[in-house]
């Protein structure tokens, strides 16, 4: 297996796929657009885009996705979730809609829209001294919080007053916040590591 280039997936459903695979694409990798099984079943990890996470379950559902990637991330596969990404993510979820699910993969609970509405987003620096030895450029979206962190998950991030927004789970890393819109290359570069060392 060594030398084996990485296939890296971008869940193309829903949300803001142009700006993963834009920035992927420029450090260096090999990246696809996901939105069939067959799409999905030649990808070594898979990147989760912010959107809206109750559409983004109803159509992996309709596009016979969600079993598949659940089955995946049970078994090791490494993944990336950016806002509504962490709440597919996510094993319990504090206020879904009735009847939303999630992949699953991260021992958290996420409270969604934990920021209000869209006039409440806002940018800042986070330290996330695991990640890189500079503050990261976080832009905040309608954006989810980690209210429980279980077992075996790591905190990677934190805003000044406490809250939880970065945690990782062996491969699999979630964020509450748009690195990309910022073209903050930090933590897709951190999660590239993973996914190299797990495909070699």
């Given at each position: 297996m060594a030398g084996k280039t990485p296939v890296i997936g971008v869940l193309a459903l829903q949300g803001d796929v142009r700006e993963h695979v834009a920035l992927l694409t420029e450090l260096g990798e090999h990246v696809v657009e996901v939105r069939t099984p067959e799409q999905f079943a030649g990808v070594d990890a898979l990147v989760i885009p912010g959107g809206e996470s109750s559409v983004i379950d109803k159509l992996t559902r309709l596009f016979d996705l969600r079993e598949p990637i659940r089955a995946r991330l049970a078994a090791g596969m490494p993944a990336f979730g950016t806002c509504a990404g962490l709440i597919m993510l996510a094993d319990r979820l504090a206020d879904g809609i009735e009847g939303q699910q999630t992949f699953g993969g991260l021992d958290v609970t996420v409270?969604?829209?934990?920021f209000g509405a869209q006039v409440d987003s806002f940018e800042t620096?986070?330290?996330?001294?695991?990640?890189?030895?500079?503050?990261?450029?976080?832009?905040?979206?309608?954006?989810?919080?980690?209210?429980e962190v279980g077992d075996g998950v790591d905190v990677l991030g934190q805003l000044d007053d406490g809250r939880i927004v970065a945690v990782q789970?062996?491969?699999v890393i979630g964020i509450s916040f748009h690195p990309e819109v910022e073209g903050e290359?930090?933590?897709h570069?951190?999660?590239?590591?993973?996914?190299?060392?797990?495909?070699?």
């Amino acid at each position: 297996m060594a030398g084996k280039t990485p296939v890296i997936g971008v869940l193309a459903l829903q949300g803001d796929v142009r700006e993963h695979v834009a920035l992927l694409t420029e450090l260096g990798e090999h990246v696809v657009e996901v939105r069939t099984p067959e799409q999905f079943a030649g990808v070594d990890a898979l990147v989760i885009p912010g959107g809206e996470s109750s559409v983004i379950d109803k159509l992996t559902r309709l596009f016979d996705l969600r079993e598949p990637i659940r089955a995946r991330l049970a078994a090791g596969m490494p993944a990336f979730g950016t806002c509504a990404g962490l709440i597919m993510l996510a094993d319990r979820l504090a206020d879904g809609i009735e009847g939303q699910q999630t992949f699953g993969g991260l021992d958290v609970t996420v409270q969604r829209n934990a920021f209000g509405a869209q006039v409440d987003s806002f940018e800042t620096e986070l330290a996330m001294p695991a990640v890189c030895d500079r503050p990261v450029r976080a832009a905040f979206i309608r954006a989810p919080i980690v209210t429980e962190v279980g077992d075996g998950v790591d905190v990677l991030g934190q805003l000044d007053d406490g809250r939880i927004v970065a945690v990782q789970s062996g491969n699999v890393i979630g964020i509450s916040f748009h690195p990309e819109v910022e073209g903050e290359t930090a933590i897709h570069e951190y999660f590239l590591t993973r996914v190299h060392a797990h495909v070699h």
